[in-house]
């Protein structure tokens, strides 16, 4: 089992950057692709930004593209999302995630999920 963490949103306003944090614990992430999503009152989950823990790939959601980007460490077991030029449409639960399956965009495919963070953004 992974157990994620996520921690470092709050509330700014439009134009504000902002990182998240997600720790990961419990098995080896080997294999694993580890990403952000993101669900906003009433809209359906949407994919934000994902990376293979190994490395070499990463892929950014086209709503975010430009401003937004992920990173991890493997040997501190943590995943960020740097946003920058928030922009109000950008709020809402932001939620890291996991899966083995090999799959980047679909949330159903990810069987790991974090307790999520909320991010607000102001216009």
């Known amino acids: 089992q992974v157990h994620l963490v996520e921690s470092g949103g709050g509330s700014v306003q439009a134009g504000d950057s902002l990182t998240l944090t997600c720790a990961a614990s419990?098995?080896?992430?080997?294999?694993?692709?580890v990403g952000w999503f993101r669900q906003a009152p009433g809209k359906e989950r949407e994919f934000v930004a994902a990376?293979?823990?190994?490395?070499?790939?990463?892929y950014i959601g086209d709503s975010v593209k430009g401003r937004f980007t992920i990173a991890l460490d493997s040997d501190k077991n943590t995943i960020w999302l740097h946003m920058n030029n928030l922009k109000r449409e950008d709020s809402g639960v932001y939620y890291c995630?996991?899966?083995?399956?090999?799959?980047?965009?679909?949330?159903?495919?990810?069987?790991?999920w974090g307790q999520g963070t909320q991010v607000s953004v102001a216009s």
């Open positions: 419990g098995r080896a992430l080997t294999g694993y692709i």
């Open positions: 995630a996991a899966n083995r399956w090999g799959h980047i965009f679909r949330s159903d495919v990810y069987d790991n």
């Open positions: 990376a293979r823990w190994s490395g070499g790939d990463a």
